[in-house]
């Protein structure tokens, strides 16, 4: 008999160490309606993702150099821009097409098997309000590199409608989006092309300023020297990583070893962590918090990185 669980709000709470009475009102609204009801994955169902990870390593498809990578990028954010001319802005619109739901689910250290297909993004919507809540309510400019459909600052202007965000992209289609949530619906929103790779010196950080980052520095692989020293020079208040961390895998831990695989096949972001404790070592920065909520991701899963420049 299949013993069948859900993922409850004070799961969230451990998750995101965050305490019960200060999860947020469009978390507790939204948890509601999604359906979180697993069961762990048998051996069988076991054996089935791991054969479906080791046929996506074999692909070609999976390693991706930095300019087909931007080909990508502008291609998939060209057409969310698209859908959006023709049918106007909503947060579904600018729902990134890389999540096509699955059978498979990462939580709590285990392979779990989802009802809902789509919970990874479900559950990434969730997790964001918490984030944004938590970590950014503070501050009054909110710059997003790698702002992507400009999903997350959609978002944050629901939540926060009276702070200045900037989305920045190194293509242009996010940019656009930007300057159409910012026309459309009137959000105080702006764009700017900016490549994390060769950040421009031209991007100057306003006083009390956050930076954040979801899912967009795993683009790097090892290339994020150049970004860390320009947030250094710019000091914002606060920096806040949601992205995969290798540091935080275990290599005995057969999921986090195919997760280790997968990243390393895709060259994502790598040696940061370690980068971060380096300069904290140097008195260049203060780390605040660094964790893995143990939240998928199919193949992989993001952890939080909370720090300051000195
Ligand atoms: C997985 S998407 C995440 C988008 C968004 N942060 C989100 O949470 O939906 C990665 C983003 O990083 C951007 N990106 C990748 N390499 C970049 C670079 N060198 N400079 C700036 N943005 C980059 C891509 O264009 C894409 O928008």
Redesign the pocket.
């Given at each position: 008999m299949v013993e069948k669980r859900i993922i409850e709000r004070e799961d969230f709470s451990r998750m995101f160490k965050i305490h019960y009475d200060q999860l947020p009102e469009q978390f507790l609204s939204g948890i509601d309606r999604v359906n979180t009801s697993y069961h762990e994955a048998d051996k069988k169902e076991l054996a089935e993702y791991i054969l479906y990870i080791l046929k996506l390593l074999n692909t070609p498809e999976v390693a991706r150099s930095?300019e087909e990578?931007?080909q990508a990028?502008?291609k998939?954010?060209d057409e969310n821009l698209q859908s959006i001319l023709q049918s106007g802005i909503d947060l579904e619109i600018?729902k990134?097409k890389?999540f096509r739901g699955s059978q498979f689910f990462r939580y709590d250290n285990k392979l779990i098997i989802p009802e809902n297909n789509d919970i990874e993004y479900d559950l990434?919507v969730l997790s964001?309000y918490i984030i944004f809540s938590k970590y950014l309510c503070e501050y009054e400019n909110i710059y997003?590199?790698?702002?992507?459909?400009?999903?997350?600052l959609l978002m944050l202007s629901d939540m926060f409608p009276s702070k200045r965000l900037y989305g920045?992209?190194?293509?242009e289609p996010?940019v656009k989006i930007a300057q159409k949530l910012s026309e459309t619906l009137d959000r105080n929103i702006e764009g700017f092309i900016?490549?994390?790779?060769?950040?421009s010196p031209d991007i100057v950080l306003k006083p009390n300023s956050a930076v954040t980052?979801?899912?967009?520095?795993?683009?790097?692989g090892e290339?994020h020297d150049k970004?860390l020293s320009f947030i250094i020079a710019a000091k914002p208040d606060i920096v806040v990583n949601?992205e995969p961390i290798l540091e935080f895998y275990d290599e005995d831990n057969l999921l986090d070893y195919l997760a280790l695989l997968y990243s390393s096949k895709r060259n994502y972001l790598s040696g940061y962590m370690t980068a971060l404790r380096e300069l904290e070592k140097q008195n260049k920065i203060e780390i605040l918090q660094a964790y893995r909520p143990f939240l998928g991701g199919i193949i992989h899963e993001a952890s939080l990185i909370i720090w300051r420049p000195l």
């Open positions: 930095m990578n931007f990028w502008n998939g954010w600018l990134a890389y990434f964001r997003e590199f790698g702002c992507g459909s400009c999903q997350n920045l992209d190194w293509v996010s900016f490549d994390m790779l060769n950040p980052t979801i899912h967009s520095l795993e683009q790097l290339k970004l949601y």
